[in-house]
């Protein structure tokens, strides 16, 4: 007989997973309490590294069902979620989301959504590249110094390059200008490239 447990996730803890857990019995799915796990975590951490979910697969069995309210409970990103989800269905463990209409992403139905997901998100990861590309690319023809600025002004730089050619230590120079001495070996490299 298949038992049903629900995944709960927050991202911080000034948040709260009663609203998740409303939906669910909403739905219809009669989760005991203790088959409910929750968990504040960043969804950018893959689901297996997170330790509440690790320990709910370790108590789930083949036949099982993990009811999650949105696809991004279980990940940030469509990767990190159909791996997820292909590990689960590996396991013999279905997997519904309400988000999708209560969908068994295990399913045929549910792994073709998932295809489409996963081509609509990484649709949006090119649009997002290209968008990126062409934006630097008409910053650089408008004369826009790309990149932070530098931690120390022209002038200082000049300085810089002045007391090490003295023969001043790297390390004091970085505790008199206040910067680290990465940023002062920069000035440095600067200055001998520039000689090249």
Not at 34 to 44: A, D, F, I
Not at 62 to 87: F, P, Q, S, W, Y
Not at 153 to 175: F, I, K, N, T, Y
Request: proline share 1%; hydrophobic share 40%.
């Amino acid at each position: 007989m298949s038992r049903s447990f629900a995944y709960l996730r927050v991202s911080t803890s000034d948040q709260t997973t009663q609203n998740q857990f409303g939906e669910i019995q909403a739905a219809g799915f009669d989760v005991k309490p203790k088959r409910v796990v929750t968990e504040t975590v960043s969804g950018s951490v893959a689901a297996f590294e997170r330790s509440g979910f690790a320990k709910l697969v370790d108590r789930m069995e083949e036949g099982d069902v993990l009811i999650v309210t949105k696809l991004d409970r279980l990940g940030r990103n469509a990767m990190d979620v159909r791996t997820t989800v292909e590990h689960l269905d590996r396991l013999g463990i279905r997997v519904h989301c309400l988000a999708l209409g209560g969908v068994d992403l295990t399913s045929s139905a549910g792994r073709m959504t998932m295809s489409v997901l996963n081509a609509v998100a990484e649709f949006e990861r090119d649009l997002l590249i290209e968008r990126t590309r062409a934006g630097l690319e008409r910053a650089k023809a408008e004369g826009k110094r790309l990149g932070r600025r530098p931690s120390l002004a022209a002038a200082v730089r000049c300085d810089v390059v002045a007391a090490l050619g003295e023969g001043a230590s790297v390390s004091a120079l970085a505790r008199r200008y206040g910067v680290s001495r990465t940023t002062i070996r920069r000035v440095r490299e600067g200055a001998d490239a520039n000689e090249a």
